[in-house]
């Protein structure tokens, strides 16, 4: 045998025998973050749902890592997505507020500029970066997407029911089956230009889709991020003809399988391209379920509440990780959030989370590989400017209530409610007087954070219609 046949069998045998990952080390890994909108902890098959097929997601849950116990920033679109783009409390933004609770299309703030994104954190790498969907952190110029780090955008800029049309029709028009596209003025933009209004949305999870698709090819031989917030399953519900009837759960649940139907198109594009192994992918959902709307909202499961509301129904979301080779594969029950999403995807790519700001996320790195535990401990729940709950461990404090969007009165709670969420994650019982210790813990650790918000301009509150 030759010395350049030699060499290439050693080679060969190297190649077989490299520890997975090592490989990504020349090469940062990508990521894929999908975020849908309104949907409840139990929507999804893999996390209990009886009668809505999500085949993809369920590939994701087994092949990855399924969180049982994964948060969100805020109970409501705006600040919940200010969040996962910062790995920072949106009160540390001006990104909540009592006066306004989102953004509308009148709204004249938004994600402030010196806010640091993930993808201008991932820049520090050349990351090839897209937005491409719903963004709702402000419409005007200098809020969209590519002036926040992302190279392109493609996407609806606030809500798909809002900009609603003057007289508007009937409730049993508006939504449902019977619901139109043209009842909503929503503008459907790319980079900063309106290209179609209103936007046609039926067919948008699809354009999403063959954008994100596109998007991953054009950028195969470089690291990229891609941010893929989805409009559905927020209500009007819409869905393309071909998902038409698709579910047993009706519209909603059309318009969630044919998210499911986009997740396999992201997978498979990725496996085709031999990328897998080298991006994360991950889902999960802006808040809870709107459960005002009965059968055209989701369903929260075992929790209590949802959408709007700091109750686990409101803020507890499914979690899932994708990452052949280094996600170890299983049931996660540490706490996660996507506040940990910036410092996990700054670790993984080998670059500085901002240092010079109070960061409100953690590096999750260690249980995505398998080797430790979760370092997140506490989750805050906000609502307005105030904390209402939190969470210390097992135990959550409520120290006011109030459901999210029915006129039910805020009820004031002192001595705070106290729930014990690993026996009772429906949050029924209260054991307050039987843990003292536990309330005083949570109070404590409320004081400390606290005591490192520091006041900023409300971007929520200031409207031209106002």
Request: charged share 25%; proline share 9%.
């Amino acid at each position: 045998m030759s010395v350049r046949s030699i060499l290439a069998v050693l080679c060969l045998a190297a190649a077989f025998s490299t520890p997975p990952g090592l490989f990504a080390q020349e090469r940062p890994p990508n990521f894929v973050v999908i975020f849908a909108d309104d949907l409840g902890y139990g929507d999804l098959a893999a996390y209990g749902h009886p009668t809505i097929n999500t085949p993809n997601l369920d590939r994701m849950a087994a092949e990855g890592q399924r969180w049982t116990d994964f948060y969100v920033a805020a109970s409501v679109c705006t600040p919940s997505r200010a969040g996962l783009i910062t790995g920072r409390l949106p009160i540390r933004s001006g990104m909540m507020s009592y006066k306004s609770r989102v953004l509308f299309p009148d709204s004249t703030g938004g994600l402030p500029p010196s806010e640091i994104t993930i993808a201008e954190v991932l820049k520090q790498k050349s990351y090839a970066t897209a937005a491409v969907g719903k963004w709702h952190l402000g419409h005007l110029p200098q809020y969209l997407p590519t002036s926040q780090g992302f190279d392109s955008y493609f996407g609806i800029p606030y809500s798909n029911d809002m900009s609603r049309i003057s007289p508007a029709p009937p409730r049993d028009q508006l939504w449902g089956e019977k619901s139109k596209s043209e009842y909503f003025n929503v503008p459907l933009m790319r980079n900063e230009e309106e290209i179609e209004r209103p936007a046609h949305q039926p067919t948008l999870t699809k354009r999403y889709t063959d954008e994100a698709v596109k998007f991953i090819r054009a950028h195969r031989e470089q690291p990229f991020f891609l941010y893929l917030p989805h409009s559905m399953v927020h209500v009007p519900l819409f869905r393309s003809p071909e998902f038409e009837g698709h579910s047993r759960r009706g519209l909603f649940g059309d318009a969630l399988e044919e998210i499911d139907w986009s997740v396999g198109r992201i997978l498979d594009t990725l496996e085709e391209l031999g990328l897998e192994r080298n991006t994360l992918v991950v889902f999960t959902s802006d808040n809870g379920p709107w459960l005002t709307f009965d059968e055209q909202g989701g369903s929260a499961g075992p929790l209590r509440m949802g959408k709007g509301s700091t109750w686990e129904g409101g803020m507890r979301e499914p979690g899932l990780f994708w990452m052949p080779g280094t996600v170890k594969p299983g049931v996660v029950h540490g706490m996660g959030a996507t506040l940990d999403l910036l410092p996990t995807f700054a670790a993984m790519a080998g670059v500085k989370a901002p240092d010079d700001r109070e960061l409100d996320g953690y590096d999750l790195t260690p249980v995505l590989r398998g080797t430790g535990p979760s370092p997140r401990n506490e989750i805050f729940y906000y609502r307005g400017t105030d904390v209402w709950a939190a969470r210390v461990g097992r135990y959550k404090a409520h120290f006011k209530t109030k459901s999210g969007y029915l006129k039910d009165p805020q009820l004031d709670h002192e001595p705070p409610l106290l729930f014990d969420l690993e026996a009772d994650p429906g949050e029924k019982y209260d054991v307050a007087a039987e843990h003292p210790e536990a309330v005083a813990a949570i109070r404590r650790r409320v004081a400390e954070h606290r005591a490192t918000v520091k006041p900023v301009k409300d971007q929520l509150a200031d409207r031209t219609g106002r």
